[in-house]
T-cell receptor, first 117, second 115 residues
Framework: AQSVTQLGSHVSVSEGALVLLRCNYS??????LFWYVQYPNQGLQLLLK??????LVKGINGFEAEFKKSETSFHLTKPSAHMSDAAEYFC???????????????FGQGTTLQVKP | NAGVTQTPKFRVLKTGQSMTLLCAQD?????MYWYRQDPGMGLRLIHY???????AKGEVPDGYNVSRLKKQNFLLGLESAAPSQTSVYFC??????????????FGDGTRLSIL
């Protein structure tokens, strides 16, 4: 069975500093991995996804994530934080169970990113 | 392009009342999902559908029912609302291609309070 763990429910950085949001996964099959962002009072928006092509995935708004199979990790990074990056971030793994493809995702608990001026 | 539209955006109910949340998508997606989001618990899947006329239980289905009579619509019903069902509800949809590598597209949520 697949699962996702996001390390740190809250992360605080200064504007211009590196953003690092951690995600570790568990999967019995090659995983498909996603990062979503949720701004206040909005739904989730896709930032980027890993689907077994390049291990370094570039997304929107300057974010990227690196798939590391040996570490079962898919950490999200951004070189320089902007105030507008303040939001909640969710890592998710595709639930590729024996019952076939249902498109279901398993989400982590979320990490709230605070950006200080 | 509207994407995924949820109706209503806000609602306050009294315990025991019933209501239906509507989700509509205009992307011709085969798969649709209902989640609830509670503080510190991420998103939990309530029910989902892999096609018109089909539904299946997710992680937390108790107290909810769903129907998918048309491909573009997915309804979530609360027959007898309880305070524990106070939450933010999200609908999502996705394509069925690619064996699980398709992202889900989310609506803006319905904020439901049950007194």
């Amino acid at each position: 069975a697949q699962s996702v763990t996001q390390l740190g429910s809250h992360v605080s950085v200064s504007e211009g500093a590196l953003v690092l949001l951690r995600c570790n996964y568990s999967s019995s099959v090659p995983p498909y991995l996603f990062w979503y962002v949720q701004y206040p009072n909005q739904g989730l928006q896709l930032l980027l996804k890993y689907t077994s092509a390049a291990t370094l995935v570039k997304g929107i708004n300057g974010f990227e994530a690196e798939f590391k199979k040996s570490e079962t990790s898919f950490h999200l990074t951004k070189p320089s934080a902007h105030m507008s990056d303040a939001a909640e971030y969710f890592c998710a793994v595709s639930d590729r169970g024996r019952s076939g493809n249902t498109g279901k995702l398993i989400f982590g608990q979320g990490t709230t990113l605070q950006v200080k001026p | 392009n509207a994407g995924v539209t949820q109706t209503p955006k806000f609602r306050v109910l009294k315990t025991g009342q019933s209501m239906t949340l509507l989700c509509a998508q205009d992307m011709n997606h085969e798969y649709m999902y209902w989640y609830r989001q509670d503080p510190g618990m991420g998103l939990r899947l309530i029910h989902y559908s892999v096609g018109e006329g089909t539904t299946a239980k997710g992680e937390v289905p108790d107290g909810y029912n769903v129907s998918r009579l048309k491909k573009q619509n997915f309804l979530l019903g609360l027959e007898s609302a309880a305070p524990s069902q106070t939450s933010v509800y999200f609908c999502a949809s996705s394509y069925s291609l690619g064996r699980g590598n398709q992202p889900q597209h989310f609506g803006d949520g319905t904020r439901l309070s049950i007194l």
